[in-house]
Structures are given as structure tokens and as C-alpha cells.
């Protein structure tokens, strides 16, 4: 890695809204990581070639997107398109500017902020980094994401490689991944599923007492208290899912 310096003022926003849409894109995030296990031994030692846009994992080469860079000094972020050490146009980078793209609207500075402070960034067990990197993923194409400690820092990397899709949605393990992010980060079960219907495509209709999650044949009810906090999720499922 060489991480470049931009020397500029950090901005003093508050991270809130991001911290809410980590917690909300924690389903997806858990299901990507989990597909991730399953095809990579992540213990194994890696490679990265920014330039070519690959990442060798444990023996396994996978198609990635660098989407940014930790300083361990400073404990910032610095997303790739601002390293200076980079091309902003190299294809293992450029498409990261897509999540800057949606900053105004989502009301999340981070994306479009060349670099920042990590304090006060939501660590969900895997550092602030990461978190950062769970955001930045799907807004960019990517599946799951690698960190590769390089000494200095950490870079992460979006996977894009068919090796690891995103898995497929099914009636049968919704539960589960809903309820494993609620777990984990209490306190914001409807943003959970809607953010993890919106990724998967799904059609959600409902209103502040109920959501009715439909995935292929099977309709998933997830019932809410006045609090907003999940009490049920049942529902209708097919007799055959997909294993």
C-alpha cells in the first residue's frame, strides 16, 4: 500500500446518520461476509496489485475494487479516489466514487469527504473501518469486503469477483439474518429490513406496525411494538426452498 497524506482540516460533522446506516446495513453485510468465508480462507495470507484490480487471498485471486485506507497514526479514513499514491482512474478505483454520488441525498457526508476521523464511528466487532467498508460495498457493486493490514494501515477492498456472489434471498434464512443484526446492533429493526430488502430488490409493503417482506414465493410478516422494535417475524413459506 501507499497511502497518500492529504493534509486539510478534519471536518467536525458528527457521524449519527452514518452510524445509523451501519446498523442498518448490517444484515446484508453479515450474509456478504459469511459467502465470503465460504469461498476464501480468509486466515490465508494475501496479495493485492492495485494497478490490475486483484486480490489473491489465501491462494484464491478475486476481482476487487480498493474502496479506502486506515491510518493506524491518525485513525482516518481515506477513500481511494483521494489517495494520492493512486490513479483516481484506474478501474480498481473510479467506480468508488460512485458512493459519493449518493452523500446529499443520504445525508452522509462520509462518502463524499476525501478524508476524516474515524472517532466516534459505530465499531461493530471489526473496527471503524470496516464499517465504513460495509456502507461503502453495496453502493459500489461489491459483495463483501477484504481488510488487508499492511503495517501502517489497513485498505479495503470491495470484492466484485463472481467467485463470491451476493447470496440469494430466501423466506427461510430471513430470519435469521434479520434478527443476528438486531443482536448485534439493537434499536433499529425496520431500517434492518428495509435496507436489506432494497439491496436484495425485494418488494416491502406495510406500515409502522408491520412490514410484509416478499422473497420469490414466500411473504415474511415482521411484526414492530410501538417502540419500533421487532416482536415477530412468521410468515408463509415454500415447501422447497433453495438450499
Not at 473501518?129 to 459483495?143: E, F
Amino acid at each position: 500500500m501507499r497511502p497518500g497524506t492529504i493534509v486539510t482540516r478534519m471536518p467536525e460533522h458528527n457521524h449519527e446518520r452514518f452510524n445509523a446506516a451501519v446498523a442498518a446495513h448490517l444484515p446484508v453485510a453479515m450474509e456478504a461476509q459469511e459467502a465470503m468465508s465460504q469461498a476464501v480462507d480468509l486466515n490465508g495470507p494475501y496479495q493485492a496489485d492495485i494497478e490490475q484490480g486483484t486480490l489473491i487471498v489465501g491462494g484464491r485471486p478475486l476481482r476487487v475494487l480498493l474502496l479506502g485506507t486506515v491510518s493506524k497514526s491518525s485513525n482516518t479514513w481515506l477513500w481511494s479516489w483521494a489517495n494520492q499514491g493512486f490513479s483516481s482512474q484506474l478501474p480498481a478505483i473510479a467506480p468508488v466514487r460512485r458512493a459519493a454520488d449518493v452523500a446529499q441525498s443520504w445525508g452522509l457526508w462520509e462518502l463524499a469527504e476525501q478524508q476524516f476521523s474515524l472517532d466516534g464511528i459505530l465499531d461493530t466487532g471489526l473496527g471503524a473501518g470496516a464499517s465504513v467498508a460495509l456502507v461503502a460495498a453495496p453502493l459500489v457493486g461489491a459483495t463483501a469486503f477484504y481488510s488487508a493490514d499492511y503495517g501502517a494501515g489497513i485498505a479495503y477492498f470491495g470484492v466484485v469477483d463472481p467467485a463470491v456472489p451476493r447470496p440469494v434471498p430466501q423466506g427461510v434464512t430471513f430470519p435469521r439474518r434479520i434478527m443476528a443484526a438486531v443482536d448485534l446492533q439493537p434499536g433499529h429493526g425496520r431500517a434492518q429490513v428495509l435496507t436489506y430488502a432494497a439491496v436484495h430488490n425485494l418488494r416491502v409493503v406495510g406500515d409502522d406496525r408491520q412490514l410484509r417482506v416478499h422473497i420469490g414465493p414466500d411473504v415474511l410478516s415482521v411484526q414492530f411494538d410501538e417502540r419500533g422494535r421487532i416482536i415477530t417475524i412468521s410468515g408463509t413459506l415454500n415447501p422447497n426452498p433453495l438450499q
